[in-house]
């Protein structure tokens, strides 16, 4: 494998805007004027322009109705003295020397682009943003998406999980934007630096705000920090549908409908649901027993252990037109002999030359304590001469699997190496792994699937697992608590993924309240990849949330994720079924279209309208008690092609 994705990549980050369509303005003589007045910049935006005030950094909108807002505060940290404001190609420029700081400030797209240089390594803490009295929800996408009201006392508090914590947006968020909402206007900002840059969740009182944090680091090439704002009309999705305008000009977004066309086993993805295997249901019998149920189209995974799905059960799912593949990690490497799953273990000498080390030269500890986290950089440098991943690949896709699930790959989980040997900073890494994403779904063929699948990764991908899911921290504490959630035992039907469990109410209503959910991932990616709940969080293992998360699923036209065996089969088989034959006829409707608009219909956010392609699907949700508008509480309507309304009322577990 070759570095083929590394000008893709730049393009996605932003460099190569200049070779865009939408960049490639005829001169610098046809951009907005920008006009200096002292040590005020007005730089004119979409809908209004924008004011930085080089004092301090901070940024007000004045829409073109009049409408002024705070789009940020100052910095958290003074600056200090800016020099004179220079102009010069559509762009202005000042520094502030105490910091060694310069900054540039042009329109471009109608957005406010500004990019921060730092002389030396240092950090700053800006935009800071949500902090305008008149703005009422913040945007951010966590999962598929939250906008959460500023001045809610749940999200305010510890409970809500966001106080007080710090979100990357390589490795937190599921795409490096957020936005604010208040009436009739709202504000859109992207980190097109997303490497080193993070957002902060903070109250003050009573009221949450954002505050980006970006660390410049010369070894990592994050000396140039650059955000962009924008004005919005305040929809929920308003700042999705900016970020989705951008990425479709730098590095692009690739149509789901493109892929089906290069590999047709894609389209079998297509109104199927997602479910992984146990038991009997990774045998020939288990495969005939969900056709029998009417299960019409699924993706079967099968975890990394000693039983992977047979030829004759492959054979047999794809008889029956579903889509099977192994889950697998390229991530971890253990000591062969005391390995504990077999997919750490690698031949020698992976374990342990390809380890990630750290700055003093010690080996990184991999996931949960276990082996070592694997450097990308070290498998791309001998995979021409020792063939490791292809050697895996191979093995794990003797029984016929046409699919794969490529865990962490795409999670943005991004590792620095300081192996004389293998080298590499965060994004190296990213790159290698765009490479070898590349590799498996395009010279492979493979239908590729990875862990929640952040934005950049959308070329490589048809599938994701965890995109759809906002996790709040106490999750990961739950799922420590074995007697509480579950072991890995017994085999064929681990407690882990089979036992149900009843969230505690502020992880329900963090996670899963729909009155806090708003498609933002659904908006951007729609049309380009097919995203679920995570693996561990199948439809069953949440008996309180199924009926939302089916409402939900049909809602965003995305599938349910599910754990199968035969007690599973036996228990739910027929609901599941009729879910599937529910959502099958509109998912092929509108799976390769865009998300066109989102909204609420009620005051209280309950009841809810997603509109998918030029009139292909549209669903409605009511999510409350009450009935509205004739659609029953609990129930869904869906509209194919402008016809009859479809209705379900998925029933709780």
């Keep these: ?50 004011v930085v005030d080089t004092t301090s950094l901070g940024v007000r909108a004045e829409a073109a109705d009049g409408t002024r807002w705070q789009l940020s505060a100052p910095a958290a940290e003074a600056p200090g003295t800016a020099t ?3 102009t010069s190609d559509g762009k202005a420029t000042w520094r502030y020397p105490a910091k060694g700081l310069t900054v540039t400030a042009t329109p471009r797209d109608g957005r406010l682009e500004m990019t921060v240089h730092a002389d030396e390594q240092g950090s700053m ?14 945007q951010i996408p966590h999962g598929e998406g939250l906008s959460v009201p500023v001045a809610d006392p749940f999200w305010n508090s510890e409970s809500g999980g966001l106080t007080g914590t710090e979100l990357g947006m390589v490795d937190g968020l599921t795409m490096p934007f957020w936005g604010t909402s208040q009436e009739g206007h709202g504000s859109s900002y992207i980190a097109q630096s997303d490497i080193g840059t993070s957002l902060r969740f903070a109250s003050a009182k009573g009221r949450l705000r954002t505050e980006a944090v970006h660390e410049f680091a010369p070894k990592e090439s994050t000396m140039d920090y650059t955000v962009s704002f924008a004005l919005t009309d305040g929809s929920p999705v308003a700042s999705a549908r900016d970020y989705r305008d951008w990425l479709s000009h730098h590095g ?38 969900m056709r029998g149920l009417g299960l019409g189209r699924m993706w079967l ?5 000693d039983q992977p799905m047979s030829k004759q059960a492959v054979d047999a799912a794809k008889q029956a037109g579903y889509l099977v593949g192994p889950y697998d990690s390229w991530a971890n490497a253990q000591d062969p002999n005391t390995a504990d799953n077999p997919s750490s273990r690698w031949p020698a000498p992976v374990w342990q030359d390809a380890c990630v080390r750290d700055a003093q030269g010690k080996i990184v500890t991999g996931f949960g304590g276990r082996g070592c986290y694997l450097s990308s950089e070290a498998f791309q440098r001998t995979e021409p001469r020792e063939h490791y991943m292809a050697d895996r690949t191979r093995q ?94 017994p085999q064929g039907a681990p407690e882990f993924f089979f036992k149900p469990v009843h ?8 996670m899963f309240d729909p009155q806090f959910r708003v498609p933002l991932y659904q908006t951007v990616l729609h049309d380009s990849v097919i995203s679920t709940d995570r693996w561990e969080l199948s439809w069953s293992k949440l008996p309180d949330q199924a009926r939302d998360r089916a409402m939900l699923a049909m809602l965003y036209n995305t599938p349910l994720n599910l754990v199968l065996n035969k007690a599973e089969l036996d228990s739910h088989g027929k609901q599941i079924a009729d879910l599937q034959q529910y959502f099958e006829p509109l998912h092929k409707a509108a799976a390769t279209q865009p998300m066109t608009d989102f909204r609420w219909l009620t005051p209280d956010h309950r009841v809810q309208r997603t ?24 129930c869904v309507d869906a509209v194919l092609d402008g016809g009859a309304p479809q209705r379900i009322c998925p029933a709780g577990l």
């Design 1 to 50: 494998m070759i570095r083929n994705n590394a000008i893709r990549l730049a393009g996605l980050l932003g460099v190569l805007c200049a070779a865009t369509t939408a960049c490639s303005n005829a001169s610098a003589a046809d951009r907005p004027e920008i006009e200096v007045n002292g040590q005020q910049v007005a730089v004119p935006v979409a809908g209004g322009k924008a």
């Design 84 to 86: 004179e404001v220079t």
């Design 125 to 138: 803490t800006w935009p800071v943003t949500g902090t305008d009295p008149t703005v009422h929800e913040v």
């Design 252 to 289: 692009g977004i690739e149509p789901l409908r493109t892929k089906i066309d290069r590999n047709p086993e894609v389209g079998k993805l297509v109104g199927a649901f997602h479910a992984y295997a146990w038991g009997q249901a990774r045998t020939p019998e288990g495969i005939n027993r």
């Design 301 to 305: 995974g099968y975890d990394a252990d």
């Design 396 to 489: 794990m896709t003797a029984n016929g699997a046409t699919s794969y699930f490529l865990d962490v790959d795409a999670a943005g989980e991004l590792h620095t190496d300081h192996s004389p040997q293998h080298p590499m900073d965060k994004a190296t890494d990213r790159t290698n792994r765009l490479d070898r994403m590349e590799w498996l779904s395009g010279d492979q063929k493979l239908v590729l699937g990875s862990e929640k699948a952040g934005a950049w990764a959308n070329r490589v991908l048809s599938y994701n697992h965890g995109s759809q899911t906002p996790v709040a921290d106490g999750l990961w504490a739950l799922q420590k608590d074995r007697q509480t959630w579950g072991g890995y035992a």
């Design 503 to 510: 969230l505690p109410a502020n992880l329900a209503k963090a």
């Design 611 to 634: 509109n998918i392609g030029n009139g292909a699907l549209t669903v409605t949700a009511n999510f409350s008690t009450q009935p509205h508008d004739g659609l029953p509480a609990g």
